[in-house]
């Protein structure tokens, strides 16, 4: 069955470091992919989608590109803010069904001054 | 546009007692999907309503769990009796359709239960 494998957390930085938060995924066809944040206290917020092979999503300085040949959506950010502290999902969306997404077990990233 | 609410945030209960959850979800938006987080975890989904239909209730613990959306507005999910291994974030989200260009799932805060 479908399904998707994120990097342990945590991930620790210090501001303007760069971030990659690697995620792969088992699926037949072409899956639509996602990543989604968690903010303290908050709920999940779409950060990024990619619905086909080298597509390249991209929202407030972070990007992923869905690379079907080695099955992987890696999340990366060139400079890293305290703000950007928070939990990532990694998530797909199969084919047919009814949009129901798969998700990571997430990866917390944790930004100090 | 006002966003996913969900009740209430937080739920402290002895285990076999019964809890239920709302769910408002945003106007308009015909699915809605209630998904269980444990600690650790990604979520996993428990239920899918397309209005008041259910139409994936696969990995829903039928024999505890219940949902209803009966008015294909807000909706309700209920365990009764509750085991320890619920203790998780129950999280509401809602999405305009299925379709693909539609299918952007919005989520709520979600509700904290502890099962002591």
């Known amino acids: 069955g479908n399904s998707v494998t994120q990097m342990e957390g945590p991930v620790t930085l210090s501001e303007e470091a760069f971030l990659t938060i690697n995620c792969t995924y088992t699926?037949?066809?072409?899956?639509?992919l996602f990543w989604y944040v968690q903010y303290p206290g908050e709920g999940l917020q779409l950060l990024l989608k990619a619905t086909k092979a080298d597509d390249k999503g991209s929202n407030k300085g972070f990007e992923a590109t869905y690379r079907k040949e080695t099955t992987s959506f890696h999340l990366e950010k060139g400079s890293v803010q305290v703000s950007d502290s928070a939990v990532y999902f990694c998530a797909l969306r199969g084919l047919g069904g009814y949009n129901k997404l798969i998700f990571g077990a997430g990866t917390r990233l944790a930004v100090h001054p | 546009e006002a966003g996913v609410a969900q009740s209430p945030r937080y739920k402290i209960i002895e285990k076999r007692q019964s809890v239920a959850f709302w769910c408002n979800p945003i106007?308009?938006?015909?699915?809605l999907y209630w998904y269980q987080q444990i600690l650790g975890q990604g979520p996993k989904l428990l239920i899918q309503?397309?209005?008041?239909?259910?139409?994936?209730d696969s990995q829903l613990p039928k024999d505890r769990f219940s949902a209803e959306r009966l008015k294909g507005v807000d909706s309700t999910l209920k365990i009764q009796p509750a085991k320890l291994e619920d203790s998780a974030v129950y999280l509401c989200?809602?999405?305009?359709?299925?379709?693909?260009?539609?299918?952007?799932?919005?989520f709520g805060a979600g509700t904290r239960l502890s099962v002591l």
């Open positions: 699926a037949t066809g072409y899956p639509s």
């Open positions: 309503f397309q209005n008041n239909g259910v139409v994936d």
């Open positions: 989200a809602s999405s305009f359709g299925q379709a693909l260009a539609k299918n952007i799932q919005y």
């Open positions: 106007s308009g938006h015909a699915t």
